[in-house]
């Protein structure tokens, strides 16, 4: 079985601050990892993804996740929040088997202060 | 043309009805898949359909019946309508190592 923990249902930060959302991830076999964004009334846009490359990962708008196997972890981070950037963020975690069913954290949303 | 696309958008119906989404992808994805985004954003599989297997969640009723007439289209049909189904409905699709790629939801809203 695999599930995921988001830590902070709400993250509030400062245009131009460091973004930090965090992920943990529990899974018996070696996962693939997913962040993805959701704006008001929108599907989810995927952000970045883990398929067991390299750890650290780069995605869309500036985002970026490393993954640390010993901490099971995948946090998202940002250097410089911008206002666009205020929305739902969903870390997510599938298998590696045909169905690939994604289990979803629980969400972070993002709120950026002028 | 929009990827994944799905109808309608909004719906909404008294309890008791019968209803379905459809759902319509033009990547030419293997798996399509459905989950259910509830009033607290929670999102959770609810079916995913594989060349021709299904495979359940086993915590969804049996009154959600998911239908495929071919591969690129992935109904769900939802008999007897209830309060609690109150939510946005997504599909989703997905190949090989590839992501999902999902739709823009039906928030589906039961009275």
């Known amino acids: 079985a695999q599930s995921v923990t988001q830590l902070g249902s709400h993250v509030s930060v400062s245009e131009g601050a460091l973004v930090l959302l965090r992920c943990n991830y529990s899974?018996?076999?070696?996962?693939?990892l997913f962040w993805y964004v959701q704006y008001p009334n929108q599907g989810l846009q995927l952000l970045l993804k883990?398929?067991?490359?390299?750890?650290l990962v780069k995605g869309i708008n500036g985002f970026e996740a490393e993954f640390k196997k010993s901490e099971t972890s995948f946090h998202l981070t940002k250097p410089s929040a911008h206002m666009s950037d205020a929305a739902e963020y969903f870390c997510?975690?599938?298998?590696?088997?045909?169905?690939?069913?994604?289990?979803f954290g629980s969400g972070t949303q993002l709120t950026v202060l002028p | 043309d929009t990827a994944v696309s799905q109808t309608p958008k909004y719906l909404v119906t008294q309890m008791g009805n019968d209803k379905s989404i459809k759902c319509e992808q033009n990547?030419?994805?293997?798996?399509m898949y459905w989950y259910k985004q509830d009033s607290k954003k929670f999102l959770k599989i609810m079916f995913s359909?594989?060349?021709?297997?299904?495979?359940i969640n086993e915590t969804v009723p049996n009154r959600f019946s998911p239908k495929s007439p071919d591969k690129a289209h992935l109904n769900l049909h939802i008999n007897s309508l209830e309060l609690g189904d109150s939510a946005v409905y997504f599909c989703?699709?997905?190949?090989?190592?590839?992501?999902?790629?999902f739709g823009q939801g039906t928030r589906l809203t039961v009275v």
């Open positions: 997510a975690v599938s298998d590696q088997g045909s169905a690939r069913q994604l289990t």
């Open positions: 899974s018996s076999v070696p996962p693939y």
């Open positions: 883990y398929t067991s490359a390299a750890t």
């Open positions: 990547l030419g994805h293997d798996t």
């Open positions: 359909y594989n060349n021709k297997e299904l495979i």
């Open positions: 989703a699709t997905a190949q090989g190592n590839t992501e999902a790629f």
